[in-house]
């Protein structure tokens, strides 16, 4: 039997498959435990159930004497230091499945949002709702058919956006590290370029890759200067894959129309000018924000964890 310390609240519904079988301590009901909470238990653990908003660094992985699995509930892992646990002989898992249809879900939300400005039009008829100005050609949003959607970091969450985003009619540019075979290309209907054609083609630029030092800042003030002045940008990555006082500039200025943000680049927390703009539509990362996800979430975080204790079957290794 081993110790598994589940580091987060969420839903309940999916732990039985570790319950059943290990010893598993949970926060209490409607909240995380703290990091002193979790350092105070952590000693005589084996598994350490983490979340993406719950930092695991060298002080907290030297807590855990017994560690040997870090199992994320996410599919980004940016909270934990790979690298050391690594060097400890910690193994890292994340849930890279279960966040892709939610994610792009909204995604698309916060395209359609910033297209046909409905955060803005919200704000606007709750603020007057009798004297309303909706005159044809007050706040004019743009069609999505006939458009082009950028894609960089084509992974399974971009893919899902792309597919989304096609049945409205949108021709895909995409830019990954490895690109596709030519035949792969026109199984799925979409068109390699580089990254600097991606970003100046673009009607619509979704970004989809993890936060690395190479993709820190990935958007700049250099990148948004390429963009058309017509142009929507869509982050449900991380943040800081995106300069976002040159954001802000850009949004100012309309040097870009619009900006659809699920992820900020200080710990999640917006810049105060982000509330201020008409042309942003702000969700505080919600990617997974639905119960059927978080179900999932947790089926699939167990499957890591009962996979690694057993080592009968294939667990979604990060390190």
Partial sequence: MAKILVAFDTVSEGFEALTSEHEVIFPPRGRDFTQAEIAERIGDCDVLCSVFDIPVGRDLIDCGHSLKLIANYAVGYNNIDTAYAAEKGIVVTNTP??????????????LLSCSRRIAEWDRAFRRDRDAIEHGRLCRLGVNLYGKTLGILGYGNIGAAVAR?????????????????????????????AEKDEVIRRADVLSLH?????????LIGARELAMMKPTAILINTARGAVVDEPAL????????????GLDVFEQNDVPSPELFELENVSLTPHIGTQTYDSRVEMVHELCNNVIGFLRGDRKIDRVN
């Fill in 97 to 110: 499945r279960s966040v892709i249809e939610p994610t792009a879900d909204l995604a698309l939300a916060l």
């Fill in 248 to 259: 802000v500039a850009a949004l100012k200025e309309g040097r870009i129309a619009a900006a």
């Fill in 164 to 192: 989304r985003c096609q049945a409205f009619g949108m021709t895909v540019l995409y830019n990954k590290r490895t690109r596709y075979s030519e035949a792969e290309e026109r199984e799925r209907g979409i068109t390699y």
């Fill in 209 to 217: 890759t993890p936060l690395t030092p190479e993709t820190r800042h």
